[in-house]
């Protein structure tokens, strides 16, 4: 059975950085497409960015273009969410997933992990 488990989230000052990692085990992490999702209080889950099992093809949510960068060690079974010029509507929980396709939607994924939350303050 596949886990994933998130890390690196927290408090962080607007226009400030974090780096989220998302562990797997118990599968096959090279042979998926890897996403980052996030889901703030009282809103719709949203998507954040995902990429190929290989690292060749990502995809950013507009929002996330131009300050995140999603990247994956495939020898270290982990997958990275690098995030600067944080803003406060950046707060959320932050889950990461598995599926077989980099796309946007949620519904292709099939494995979850629990979420990591990451606030930003002014």
């Known amino acids: 059975q596949a886990q994933l488990v998130e890390s690196g989230g927290g408090l962080a000052q607007a226009g400030g950085s974090l780096r989220l990692s998302c562990t797997a085990s118990?599968?096959?992490?090279?042979?998926?497409?890897m996403g980052w999702f996030r889901q703030a209080p009282g809103k719709e889950r949203e998507f954040v960015a995902a990429?190929?099992?290989?690292?060749?093809?990502?995809k950013y949510a507009e929002s996330a273009k131009g300050r995140f960068t999603i990247s994956r060690d495939n020898a270290k079974n982990t997958m990275y969410l690098q995030m600067s010029s944080l803003k406060l509507e950046d707060t959320a929980v932050y889950y990461c997933?598995?599926?077989?396709?980099?796309?946007?939607?949620?519904?292709?994924?099939?494995?979850w992990g629990q979420g990591t939350q990451v606030t930003v303050s002014s």
């Open positions: 997933a598995r599926g077989p396709h980099p796309v946007e939607s949620p519904v292709t994924y099939n494995t």
């Open positions: 990429i190929s099992w290989s690292g060749g093809t990502t």
């Open positions: 118990g599968g096959s992490f090279n042979l998926y497409a």
